[in-house]
């Protein structure tokens, strides 16, 4: 089975505009979750979809959102970028067993 | 609002030691608890999961113990590898069912 796989895997945007991420997950994996891992903060949980419902959301600005398709991939959007934004954002699929399988993520840098 | 903390910070040992990494949480209601190890500039690989009903699990030369009363896990490494050099983070499912991740143990095995 393919793992999870995130695009693009490395970006560079500008203060100001907005950035768009995407994510696989395995197949037959109907949850998908999304973080933030910076060096400051550490690994930060952002948001869950669930058969393309948002079942759980982190402590981000409403900047940060997401949704899921109906074949399970999901995207996560960032309006209004700022320099504290750059970070890895790291997407991980779960069957439901509560285990997580993560991508290798997707490096944004924001200048 | 659950605090995870991982202790030590870094570690560095030589090729064969056997090794214990700790994780503790402020708040024992979880669901369960995670250990993954990542790579430099990669995604995350789970490791073992273990739910709030279990006291261990292990998988080949890793062992992880959870005590809920006291807010603790460990990860037992043995017979340590170079390509066991890795940061090794926990993280928490709490009420929320929302994961919280500890810091990490950035862990160097040399030969």
């Known amino acids: 089975k393919a793992g999870v796989t995130q695009t693009p895997r490395y970006l560079i945007k500008t203060r100001g505009q907005q950035v768009t991420l995407s994510c696989s997950p395995i197949?037959?994996?109907?949850?998908v979750s999304w973080y933030q891992q910076t060096p400051g903060q550490g690994l930060q949980f952002l948001f869950e979809?669930?058969?393309?419902?948002?079942?759980n959301k982190g402590n981000f600005p409403g900047r940060f959102s997401g949704r899921q398709f109906s074949n399970s991939r999901s995207e996560m959007n960032v309006s209004t970028l700022e320099l504290g934004d750059s970070a890895l954002y790291l997407c991980?699929?779960?069957?439901?067993?509560?285990?997580?399988?993560f991508g290798p993520g997707t490096r944004l840098t924001v200048l | 609002k659950q605090e995870v903390t991982q202790i030590p910070a870094a570690l560095s040992v030589p090729e064969g030691e056997n090794l214990v990494l700790n994780c503790s949480f402020t708040d024992s209601a979880i669901y369960n608890l995670q250990w993954f190890r990542q790579d430099p500039g990669k995604g995350l690989t789970s490791l073992l999961l273990i739910q709030s009903s279990q006291r261990e699990q292990t998988s080949g030369r890793l062992n992880a113990s959870l005590d809920k009363s006291s807010g603790r896990s460990t990860l037992y490494i043995a017979a340590s590898q170079p390509g066991d050099s890795a940061t090794y983070l926990c993280a928490v499912r709490g009420g929320s069912y929302i994961p919280t991740f500890g810091r990490g143990t950035s862990l160097i095995v040399h030969p």
């Open positions: 197949s037959g994996h109907r949850s």
């Open positions: 991980a699929s779960s069957s439901g067993s509560d285990t997580q399988y």
């Open positions: 979809y669930f058969s393309e419902t948002q079942r």
